[in-house]
């Protein structure tokens, strides 16, 4: 009797990690995102350079980013040797259909859309289960803020009706700090649009930076059981 068994036809997430690690061309720099998604694209991105002897070098997000990078065999450079940035592919918790993002669950967003702001492309990879109709529809919208400057952020948050706190460690015992070494805020807004959030949390004091990504993506890949579909500006 054959024990012979097909192999399992790829996943949503591994279905865009192929799509975009398609768009990577000899002699690129790409950015690496961080999370489950990113991994996957890292993966790809590994074999794609080992299988067609492809030249490019990558820059990560995180420090979990650029160790999986270099255990898969890919050339890592810092951000503060970066001339430029060809493109830029990562994860995000939700996204609209006009292609707003948040993003922040993990601990490295300033990294993050440092990255994604400058890349010439930022391409995003999602499941169609992080689609929402708005930001904030699913998650708190996380703001990093300077230590010293947390409860002074929060107070101002809560005269404009917003409700949150701060984002406490796994054990739940002491503060989480990101991976800049702020604190971070996760906040509700129910009364004002995401433009609004956006503009107000840009320029606020206090704050180093926020979750949502506003205008800047070129293209989100969606995965789901019937597929990939594009957005794209």
């Keep these: 009797m054959s024990t012979h068994t097909e192999a399992s036809p790829p996943s949503p997430k591994q279905q865009v990690a192929i799509k975009a690690a398609e768009i990577v061309d000899n002699g690129m720099i790409v950015g690496l995102g961080t999370g489950s998604t990113a991994n996957l694209f890292i993966d790809e991105l590994a074999r794609r350079q080992h299988e067609q002897q492809l030249e490019i070098q990558v820059v990560a997000s995180s420090v979990i980013s650029r160790v999986k990078a270099q255990q898969a065999g890919l050339q890592v450079i810092s951000i503060e040797h970066l001339s430029h940035l060809d493109m830029y592919v990562d994860g995000a918790d939700e996204v609209t259909t006009d292609m707003q993002l948040l993003k922040g669950r993990g601990q490295d967003l300033v990294c993050e859309k440092l990255l994604a702001s400058h890349a010439t492309a930022f391409y995003v990879l999602v499941d169609d289960s992080k689609m929402v109709s708005r930001i904030g529809e699913k998650n708190a919208i996380p703001i990093e803020v300077m230590p010293s400057a947390a409860q002074l952020v929060l107070n101002r948050l809560a005269k404009l009706q917003a409700k949150g706190s701060l984002r406490l460690n796994a054990a739940g015992d002491n503060v989480a700090y990101s991976a800049a070494g702020n604190l971070i805020l996760d906040m509700q807004f129910t009364d004002l649009e995401t433009a609004q959030i956006n503009a107000l949390l840009t320029v606020m004091p206090g ?17 789901s059981s019937d597929g990939v579909k594009l957005l794209q500006r």
């Design 207 to 223: 704050v180093v930076e926020h979750g949502i990504f506003a205008d800047i993506v070129k293209a989100v890949f969606i995965g």
